[in-house]
């Protein structure tokens, strides 16, 4: 009982680590008019600050790939969690555009290693046959973020200036580093030496070295990973499936406001509906994966995924009501990208976890920031503010979707052997 009392906390703890991650860089760009105005910072300039962010947490991931492992889960989480606090408050603190994207960048220097930290704590500490509720529950952040977490930093900025939300932050991320201090074991069961052993699997497994003691060999450096296929394949699907939602997801609110007439003031309700719907399915997912596996979830996901970017993003008028397309779209999501971190999570060992991890959460930045500039080139801007151009983003999309599950579906086969 005080094991799975222990665990629970721990996935808690590291589920409100991500929310105040992702919020951290969820309600910048909501901000941006607010504080562009007070700045004198040009609104085209604000892509900037936060592309500073996704670019500086893709550089960071290569760099913590060379270290993470060298540490203890505890002290690394914790380093990186004080550099995100400290870098969010001098965002509050910003006089200028200079000094604003100074702020933004050292948050995404720590906040891309927080989340690899993060998902190797998990990976640590929760089995395999209940992983994927534990990532269901962290995930979820995302979701909490979206429905409570933004629109509470807008109406913080509306009554109380743009710099209330960065110092609010910064605050909440001063309660989860003194949680984290007191609740976190030192997790350095991935540092311990044992005797070498001859590798026997393409997934990076070991036979138990003679005596029946279970052999670990030394941490593998970054090269040693690259050269693996189930590593590559794994890196492939994250990057597949980054690419293809980035590609479409920065523009589906102007589309929906000027290609399809949805008003305005409806629009937090949407984001709302859509992100509940999404919280609670991130915990039949998970479930779900435990139970019938990654490939088994991910695959019915991905059609309900294609057909919704479909029929909501490639035609003039959908058939379907934009309410029920969003929703359909955020919790299906939520069931692949369950499925998915599960498995991934489960290719690395213990001793190269956080290495793993950093490298995918360089990879994921990496290709979201390249899906976000490719929309860029495949649209162009109505007289009337309509999204020109839409036909080959949906198809971009569709089809980088469609691959994620078969290249999955390559990952588990590799696990299995």
């Not at 690394?76 to 509050?92: D, H, I, P, S």
């Amino acid at each position: 009982m005080q094991r799975q009392t222990s665990e629970r906390a721990v996935v808690l703890l590291v589920a409100m680590v991500q929310f105040i991650n992702i919020l951290d860089f969820m309600m910048v760009m909501p901000m941006g008019p607010d504080f562009a105005a007070a700045l004198g910072i040009p609104l085209s300039h604000l892509g900037l600050i936060g592309g500073s962010y996704t670019l500086s947490a893709m550089l960071s991931g290569l760099v913590g790939s060379l270290f993470l492992d060298r540490v203890g889960r505890r002290n690394a989480l914790l380093v990186a969690m004080l550099g995100l606090v400290t870098a969010t408050a001098l965002g509050g603190f910003a006089r200028g555009f200079s000094t604003l994207l100074i702020a933004r960048v050292l948050a995404g220097a720590f906040g891309g290693p927080a989340t690899a930290v993060s998902m190797s704590i998990i990976a640590d500490t929760v089995p395999a046959e209940r992983r994927g509720k534990a990532m269901g529950v962290v995930m979820g952040a995302f979701s909490l973020a979206s429905v409570f977490g933004v629109p509470l930093g807008l109406e913080l900025a509306r009554r109380g200036g743009w710099r209330l939300p960065f110092f609010a932050v910064a605050a909440l991320g001063l309660v989860a580093l003194a949680v984290g201090a007191a609740l976190l074991p030192p997790l350095r069961g991935h540092l311990e030496k044992r005797r070498p052993a001859e590798p026997e699997g393409l997934d990076g497994s070991y036979r138990d070295a003679p005596g029946g003691v279970t052999a670990t060999p030394a941490p593998p450096t970054t090269l040693d990973l690259l050269r693996r296929p189930t590593v590559l394949l794994a890196y492939a699907m994250s990057a597949t499936a980054m690419l293809g939602g980035f590609v479409l997801i920065p523009n589906i609110s102007p589309y929906l406001l000027h290609n399809l007439g949805y008003p305005r003031d409806r629009l937090g309700l949407l984001y709302l509906c859509g992100g509940l719907c999404s919280f609670v399915g991130l915990q039949f997912a998970g479930r779900l994966v435990d139970r019938f596996g990654g490939m088994r979830v991910a695959a019915p996901a991905t059609v309900i995924i294609v057909a919704v970017v479909v029929e909501g993003f490639g035609r003039a008028q959908p058939w379907l009501p934009v309410l029920v397309v969003f929703v359909l779209w955020m919790t299906s999501m939520s069931f692949r990208n369950v499925a998915m971190q599960t498995v991934t999570s489960r290719v690395p060992s213990p001793a190269e976890r956080a290495r793993f991890m950093s490298l995918q959460s360089a990879v994921q930045h990496g290709s979201s920031a390249a899906g976000a500039m490719l929309s860029t080139a495949l649209l162009s801007e109505g007289a009337d503010h309509r999204m020109v151009g839409m036909p080959r983003v949906v198809a971009v999309t569709a089809t980088l979707f469609a691959a994620m599950p078969f290249l999955l579906a390559a990952v588990e086969r590799r696990l299995r052997r």
